[in-house]
């Protein structure tokens, strides 16, 4: 267990609907990143947050957008659901931002249908 | 923007022998390494980094080598159990004003046979 909790666990949705996948990260971390896994464009890395603010920016759509709240606890809200938006959600925590170790959650796996 | 190639995609290894995962970077500016290991239905779990300060890097059957001149890195697993099959990812990010994201390897799915 990695200490980050990400909720909900499965979601199914219908295309151009728009969900909130949350996550809290390991106790004393104020870094967060969000990263998407699918079958044919593998681990990508979307967007951290640093103690609430905007750090990095990945291969994140426009459709897409997060935010970090004064607790650092995240959300990334999807929009205008695609099929091809079906993936696995992870986030991710570290004590800082850049090269440090991040710990993984559990993931939310995202059907959209 | 930086590129990491992972090989080979799948492995497949008798109990008790080594196995080894090699990774290249394309961006000569990263400076983190790590591998992650992730069981199905399971999120990636870190087992080891190395930064570009360090050439090696042991934690008992685990090793980790970086070549910064060549742009490679590799995982080593020396006496593989079971347990050690899974999916092995390799990243590389580099830590500028602590803002970076980790860019992976497609993965290694490592078949340990008994």
């Known amino acids: 267990d990695s200490g980050v909790t990400q909720t909900p666990k499965h979601l199914i949705t219908a295309t151009g609907q728009r969900v909130t996948l949350r996550c809290s990260p390991r106790s004393g971390d104020l870094s967060v990143y969000w990263y998407q896994q699918s079958l044919d464009q593998g681990l990508q890395f979307l967007i951290q947050y640093y103690n609430g603010e905007e750090r990095a920016k990945g291969n994140i759509l426009e459709r897409f957008s997060a935010q970090q709240f004064p607790d650092l606890h995240s959300e990334l809200n999807l929009s205008s659901l695609e099929l091809g938006d079906s993936a696995l959600y992870f986030c991710a925590s570290s004590a800082q931002g850049g090269a440090y170790e991040q710990y993984f959650g559990p993931g939310t796996r995202l059907t959209v249908t | 923007g930086e590129n990491v190639e992972q090989h080979p995609s799948t492995l497949s290894v008798q109990e008790g022998d080594s196995a080894v995962i090699k990774c290249t970077y394309s961006d000569s500016a990263s400076n983190y390494f790590p591998w992650y290991k992730q069981e199905l239905g399971k999120g990636p779990q870190l087992i080891i980094d190395i930064r570009s300060n360090v050439g090696e890097k042991k934690d008992q059957r685990i090793a980790v080598t970086l070549n910064k001149t060549a742009k490679h890195f590799s995982l080593h697993i020396t006496e593989t159990q079971p347990e050690d099959s899974a999916v092995y990812f390799c990243?590389?990010?580099?830590?500028?004003?602590?803002?970076?994201?980790?860019?992976f390897g497609k993965g290694t799915h490592l078949i340990i046979q008994p």
């Open positions: 990243a590389a990010s580099k830590s500028g004003g602590g803002a970076d994201g980790l860019t």
